[in-house]
């Protein structure tokens, strides 16, 4: 089975702090991807990436970026956090190229910032 | 452009009867469907996946789903409901075709409740 394995369950910080969250997959995967969810909005797509150190903005990339400097990890980070950053982060990886393969998420990071 | 609706945000059954979530979609090209469980401040587990093979897709914990292009629609189906099948449920599609990664379009999710 996938494993999709975030860092944090639950973090608190504070607004301003420059915050990480950390995803690790170990199925080899090429696409990893950062979501964020939020009460009426669903899950909206943040960045994503297809390979090693490339990185491609979703929908709602702003306030965000990512790293990915070895293919099993993929990190985002918030530069400067504000309270509208709280929400439930998932990661997400995929095999492949195209669509036909499922993403597989992790059980998600539940993020205040104060 | 595409789209999933989910036509109902919160359905309730006994536990033992059928359970029906309902899915409409719309996309330009052939489409890959995904039904995905959320238990609370869990992550998305997949149940299903439609990649245009059989049209009738069998998942786990005996949930089904029939593509119907006719309707475009990818309906969730289990015959008996059991408590445990207390989640939110999201049905989504992916892209296929062109230059698109597979973007992922997610329904806005369907809270099940299961009544003793």
């Known amino acids: 089975d996938v494993k999709v394995t975030q860092s944090s369950r639950y973090l608190v910080k504070r607004t301003g702090e420059k915050v990480f969250l950390e995803c690790v997959q170990d199925m080899d995967h090429e696409n990893m991807f950062w979501y964020r969810q939020d009460p009426g909005l669903g899950l909206r797509l943040i960045y994503f990436?297809?390979?090693?150190?490339?990185?491609e903005k979703g929908d709602i990339p702003e306030g965000y970026s990512v790293s990915r400097e070895k293919k099993e990890r993929f990190s985002l980070i918030l530069e400067s956090a504000s309270t509208n950053q709280t929400s439930m982060y998932l990661c997400a990886s995929r095999s492949g190229t195209g669509s036909i393969q499922p993403q597989h998420f992790g059980d998600g990071t539940r993020l205040s910032i104060l | 452009a595409q789209s999933v609706t989910q036509l109902d945000s919160h359905v309730s059954v006994s536990e033992g009867t059928p359970v029906l979530l309902r899915c409409n979609y719309s996309s330009s090209y052939s489409p890959s469907l995904f039904w995905y469980v959320q238990h609370p401040n869990k992550g998305l587990q997949l149940l299903l996946k439609y990649t245009s093979a059989a049209t009738l897709v069998k998942g786990i914990n005996g949930f089904e789903a029939e593509f119907k292009k006719s309707e475009t629609s990818f309906h969730l189906t289990k015959p008996s409901a059991h408590m445990s099948d207390a989640a939110e449920y999201f049905c989504v599609v992916s892209l296929t075709g062109g230059t698109s990664y597979g973007k992922l379009t997610f329904g806005q999710g369907t809270i099940l409740t299961v009544h003793p």
């Open positions: 990436s297809y390979d090693v150190k490339m990185k």
